[in-house]
C-alpha cells in the first residue's frame, strides 16, 4: 500500500507541475491571436469638414451641388455631376479624408 500512496503523489506532483508551467506565459501567444489597438477616433462633424474643404479647393468640384452624410466614419454622397471624371474625383478626394471607413458614392451623371 506504501508503493501505491507514493505512486499517487508523485502523479498529482508531476500533474501540479504540469498546470503550473502551462499559465503565465502570454509573451508566448502569436501575435496574430491578439486584437491590433484601435487607431484614432474621428468625428462624423470632424471628417464632414474635411471632405467638403476638399471639394471646395478643387475647381472641377467646387461648383456640384451634392448632399454629404457621415456615420460612423460611412459617408453617402448624393447629387449630380457633369461627367465620370468628377464622379471619379469626388470618390477619390473622399477616401483621401481621415477617418473614412466606407464611401457610398451616388452621384449620378446629369442628362
Known sequence: MEMRNKL????AILFSFLAMTGCGNSE??????IVP???PRYEDSDILNNLKSRLSANPDLKDLAVNIDVRNGE???NGL???QTQI???SMQTW?????QKVDNQ???KR
Request: hydrophobic residues 50%; aromatic residues 6%.
Open 8 to 11: 499517487w503523489v508523485l502523479i
Open 28 to 33: 508566448r501567444v502569436h501575435k496574430s491571436w
Open 37 to 39: 489597438p484601435e487607431g
Open 75 to 77: 459617408v453617402s454622397i
Open 81 to 83: 455631376a457633369d461627367n
Open 88 to 90: 471619379d474625383q469626388i
Open 96 to 100: 483621401l479624408v481621415d477617418g473614412v
Open 107 to 109: 452621384i449620378h451623371l
